[in-house]
């Protein structure tokens, strides 16, 4: 055994077993880190979507409960008017 033979294998592993082991180390880390990047964003990016979605159905009940409500204005206004009505409560006051 040389002197450079022994002090490689002191410190551990060779170095032609480090560099292949530190690539595939980095290209895990990059791939872990860049799917965790790509996971975020497609969170984000559903729940913008989800807050859109929600937010169009709070505005289409919203229309329709004031054009409800606008439908009962007008059938009261109507019915205010109408003279059976106006008779009614006549006959119920005298009642």
Same mark, same amino acid.
């Given at each position: 055994?040389?002197?450079?033979?022994?002090? $490689?294998? &002191? &410190?551990?592993?060779?170095?032609?077993?480090? /560099? +292949?082991?530190?690539?595939?180390?980095?290209? %895990?880390?990059?791939? =872990?880190?860049?799917?965790?990047? #790509?996971?975020? %964003?497609? #969170?984000?990016?559903?729940?913008?979507?989800?807050?859109?979605?929600?937010?169009? #159905?709070?505005?289409? &009940? $919203?229309?329709? %409960?004031?054009?409800?409500?606008? $439908? =009962?204005?007008?059938?009261?206004?109507?019915?205010?008017?109408? +003279?059976? #009505? /106006?008779? !009614?409560?006549?006959?119920?006051?005298? !009642?």
């Amino acid at each position: 055994m040389t002197t450079t033979e022994s002090a $490689a294998t &002191r &410190r551990g592993m060779r170095l032609s077993q480090r /560099l +292949p082991m530190a690539f595939t180390t980095i290209g %895990l880390l990059a791939g =872990i880190l860049s799917g965790a990047v #790509v996971l975020w %964003l497609a #969170v984000g990016a559903i729940l913008v979507e989800d807050q859109k979605k929600t937010e169009a #159905v709070v505005s289409a &009940r $919203a229309t329709e %409960l004031a054009n409800y409500l606008e $439908a =009962i204005d007008q059938d009261l206004h109507f019915q205010s008017e109408n +003279p059976f #009505v /106006l008779d !009614a409560l006549v006959a119920f006051d005298g !009642a």
